[in-house]
């Protein structure tokens, strides 16, 4: 089962292959760094760019930004108060008091060793149990297929938190655009309004760059942020200096990886919801709670380690069944796309050289992190805090135009990308999950040609959706997962009152 | 204090909804035309976000009819408005003037707009990304840009 791991290693020691990793940790760390910016945007701009490189390069940009922007999002957390990322929120709480101690140097290599340590455990955990998943996914036929993408979209939705109405809405919008286009099996048009470029469907890029980038950069130009941060003043030691004094913290890591990868693997869950729990959790087992939130060290240690964690056990359900676990694991789902790559058990038999060598990438790219956000490095990364934000607001739109436009070399596409922009900044604003839209887009059609599949093969009759045990259990865990948190709140009120 | 009729009605949510409602019924027509397997999904979707959006705007109304302010989507419009319409204008001039010269005019104007006034900054900044652009797409991929409409014959 295993055998295919090793066998992808010489591939990702390939120079173009490592190359891209460690470009993708450093490009990264930069976006997590820059406050506004995050994975999710940072990987929605990439993938139209990654067209014309090999499958492995891409993906290695992508897993290196993932592991780097998680770490990244650490340096304004410390040194403004300001996560660089939502995952990194927790990471303020002991971070920035230790920054105004004079120990932020200090703050930041706890950040990126707990950080290397998370997306280490990580990786190891998605060799692990992906491959044993994806066995099992194999003996999946057409209906069972339709109600994994059923459960997929109904588990992001509903544990995505929020309002459930908000999250139906945001999958029904992603499911619709995915039919746009010609009919998989009749070939008649469907919502084309006569419009060629539309024939083929709506290209998820152009979706994931205006759901995700536009809305990004309207904020950064709506709020002109002032930072400042005089990186000579961090305090920061040589890492083999520092590394003995975080010998205490191995009993946090290793708790924090466990709560990341659990995260991670659930879907809609994500990077902060870990970091809160793992700081919370280790709070409660320290001997000197009293210290927290005054800068204490294995609080940063604590948060950035969880939050580094669900990075590749997100893509365990991604890769294996098409359910992403965050929202970045939704984009790279596209970015899968783009290369021709059907998230699903068949990746892992059709393409296992890739699948395997982007588990490595994830690997290698938790390692690059401790060489690459290092004292040198981070005092570096921390002057990238007093870029001008109006500046680099400009420079994405420049780059967003590029990215789409050269998916299809026309304008069309720009258009389009900007409609979705519009409408991104609309669901943003008033909290419509943008996760269910790209599940629904990318589920969508998966489930429609299934679904069409089944009822061919059961002669038009819907029963045969129910009538084998796999898609019987998959119906009952969407009705638990649509009924569990209502019940749940219930459970809860009746205790309070009671 | 609940508000008033009018303003009731300008909420966001309550727009949004209404907004989805029109959007998906307008998508509903060409629906009818298509065969009753290929129209499934589509029409699923369609009538879904209709009775959604309705539970969304009944649900926004109560909250308003229970006094319950709506919070604005933004805090200063106009610089929203300026930034779509900033964005527009620069995939307009793509398509019609050409890439290199709206981008050239694009970032230190974006960038002017929005607070950062510094002219050597500016100029250094346009120069690099123009020119780090024309370098790895145009001269090392052969990437071809919009050259522009009213140019061409």
Redesign the interface.
């Known amino acids: 089962m295993y055998s295919d791991l090793f066998h992808a290693l010489p591939d990702v020691f390939a120079l173009t292959n490592f190359v891209a990793v460690v470009i993708g940790v450093i490009a990264g760390i930069v976006v997590g760094a820059m406050p506004g910016l995050s994975a999710t945007m940072a990987i929605s701009v990439l993938v139209p760019f990654t067209f014309g490189l090999e499958p492995l390069v891409a993906l290695g940009l992508m897993a290196g930004i993932y592991n780097g922007a998680m770490y990244g999002g650490a340096i304004p957390a410390v040194l403004l108060r300001i996560p660089g990322t939502p995952a990194a929120v927790a990471t303020t709480f002991d971070g920035y008091p230790m920054a105004q101690k004079g120990e932020g140097g200090y703050a930041l290599q706890v950040a990126v060793v707990s950080s290397a340590f998370g997306g280490i455990a990580s990786a190891f955990a998605l060799m692990l149990l992906a491959p044993p998943l994806s066995k099992v996914t194999l003996l999946f036929g057409p209906s069972e297929v339709f109600w994994v993408a059923v459960f997929g979209l109904a588990s992001i939705i509903f544990l995505l938190g929020g309002n459930p109405i908000k999250g139906l809405i945001s999958a029904c919008f992603g499911v619709f655009v995915s039919v746009i286009g010609s009919d998989p099996i009749y070939g008649n048009d469907r919502f084309t309004f006569g419009q060629l470029e539309m024939l083929d469907g709506i290209n998820i890029v152009i979706l994931l760059v205006g759901l995700y980038a536009l809305p990004p950069v309207i904020d950064l130009l709506e709020t002109p942020l002032k930072t400042g941060v005089n990186s000579s003043k961090l305090g920061t030691e040589s890492m083999w200096k520092a590394l003995p004094r975080m010998k205490g913290y191995w009993k946090t890591w290793l708790r924090g990886s466990l709560i990341g990868i659990w995260i991670g693997i659930l879907p809609g869950a994500g990077g902060s919801m870990a970091a809160f729990m793992s700081y919370n959790e280790a709070r409660r087992t320290s001997k000197t709670p009293e210290t927290w939130g005054e800068g204490e060290p294995e609080g940063v240690a604590a948060a950035e380690v969880a939050n580094n964690a669900d990075t590749a056990s997100a893509l365990i359900p991604a890769l294996t069944l098409g359910i992403p676990g965050t929202a970045v694991a939704a984009v790279m789902l596209g970015g899968l796309l783009v290369h021709g790559l059907q998230p699903g058990p068949m990746l892992f038999r059709d393409n296992p050289d890739i699948v395997f060598g982007f588990m490595w990438q994830f690997l290698f790219g938790a390692i690059l992190l401790i060489l690459l956000g290092g004292s040198l490095a981070t005092n570096s990364f921390a002057r990238l805090l007093n870029l001008p934000r109006p500046l680099l607001g400009s420079v994405i739109i420049v780059l967003m135009l590029i990215g789409v436009y050269s998916i299809h070399g026309r304008m069309f596409d720009v258009y389009l990308m900007l409609g979705f922009g519009a409408v991104g900044w609309v669901m943003d604003k008033l909290k419509f999950p943008l996760p269910p839209v790209v599940l629904g887009l990318i589920l969508g059609g998966f489930a429609e040609e299934n679904l069409r599949l089944a009822l061919r093969i059961g002669r038009g009759d819907w029963l045969v959706l129910f009538q084998n045990t796999t898609s019987l259990i998959l119906v009952a865990l969407t009705v638990a997962v649509v009924v569990g948190p209502t019940l749940k709140k219930r459970f809860i009120a009746r205790r309070k009152a009671g | 204090m609940p508000e008033n009729r009018t303003n009731r009605l300008l909420r966001?949510?309550t727009l949004?909804a209404l907004g989805?409602i029109l959007v998906a019924a307008g998508?509903l027509i060409?629906?009818f035309e298509?065969?009753a397997?290929?129209a499934l999904?589509?029409a699923a979707?369609?009538l879904?976000?209709i009775v959604?959006?309705l539970?969304?705007l009944l649900?926004d109304q109560r909250k308003a009819g229970a006094g319950e302010h709506a919070t604005p989507?933004?805090?200063?419009p106009k610089?929203?408005i300026?930034?779509?319409a900033l964005?527009?204008a620069?995939?307009l001039s793509?398509?019609f003037i050409g890439f290199y010269a709206s981008?050239a005019v694009?970032?230190?104007?974006?960038?002017?707009?929005?607070?950062?006034r510094?002219a050597v900054?500016?100029a250094v900044?346009t120069c690099i990304?123009v020119g780090t652009?024309w370098l790895i797409?145009d001269f090392g991929?052969s990437?071809?840009?919009?050259t522009g409409r009213l140019w061409q014959n």
Not at chain 2, 106 to 116: K, M, R
Not at chain 2, 143 to 146: G, I, S, V
């Open positions: 966001p949510e949004t989805i998508f060409p629906s298509l065969r397997i290929s999904l589509p979707m369609l879904g976000l959604l959006s539970a969304l649900s989507m933004t805090q200063s610089r929203v300026g930034a779509f964005v527009v620069y995939a793509t398509d981008t694009t970032i230190p104007l974006v960038a002017w707009v929005f607070g950062y510094s900054g500016l900044a990304v652009i797409f991929m990437q071809d840009f919009p």
